[in-house]
């Protein structure tokens, strides 16, 4: 009965989700990739191709996330190089304050390193590798620990509902006040669905919301 009531449940999930992005791109269309001065034509198509592939193909997503990693940093790397070098232009031409702006916005994107840890024996850890297996330790006694001796003969009963607890359920307007609460500006899940979005379906969408999703898995708890 478990998995019926999870199928029923991911269809109806997958109904509302491909609904609601058939209307938006109907009416809306789709939003254009923020503009970047160092990504090149050829990585936004990757990037596109990739955002594409993430509900079908996984494994080409997959595929295509390397390489979208691997353009982007040639991209990076490019336009560091042409900012550095107009920078040292400016410097022999005298043009100070257009060389420092140059050198500010290269450090803006310079990697971070992050601070050393020191190790089990007092002494400071700055590689990589060094301070992985560190951590790995720190997590491995911190977490691996002899579980709790079995308490057995105890006859545990539930107790009595609390009634300053709402256990009513859910209505119309808590989803609405909830969906206020998202956040705007934030990049969509795999779902692709924004908060933009969801505040956009207005009475109709937070009702379709209520009774599809959030009824059903209120009721599902209390069975």
């Known amino acids: 009965m478990s998995d019926v009531w999870q199928q029923r449940y991911l269809r109806s999930w997958e109904t509302y989700r491909d609904r609601l992005i058939q209307v938006t791109e109907k009416h809306l269309g789709l939003a254009m990739l923020a503009r970047k001065d160092w990504i090149s034509s050829a990585s936004r198509q990757l990037i596109q191709d990739k955002r594409q ?3 079908a193909e996984l494994e080409v997503y997959k595929r295509l996330q390397k390489e979208c990693r691997a353009a982007l940093r040639r991209d990076r790397q490019c336009w560091a190089d042409e900012m550095a070098e107009e920078a040292e232009i400016a410097l022999q031409r005298g043009e100070l304050k257009d060389a420092f702006a140059n050198f500010r916005w290269l450090r803006s994107v310079a990697p971070w390193f992050s601070s050393p840890i020191s190790g089990t024996d007092r002494l400071l850890l700055s590689d990589k590798a060094s301070k992985n297996n560190r951590w790995r330790e720190h997590y491995e006694k911190l977490l691996n620990r002899v579980p ?9 009963q539930p107790g009595p509902p609390d009634p300053s607890v709402d256990s009513s359920p859910p209505m119309e307007q808590e989803v609405a006040a909830e ?13 692709c669905i924004s908060a933009e979005l969801l505040k956009a379906g207005g009475e109709a969408g937070i009702g379709w919301l209520t009774r599809g999703l959030v009824l059903q898995g209120y009721r599902r708890r209390l069975d």
């Open 53 to 55: 592939r993430l509900l």
């Open 148 to 156: 709790p001796p079995a308490v057995t003969g105890l006859d545990l």
């Open 179 to 191: 969906v206020r609460r998202l956040k705007n500006g934030k990049a969509a899940g795999i779902c």
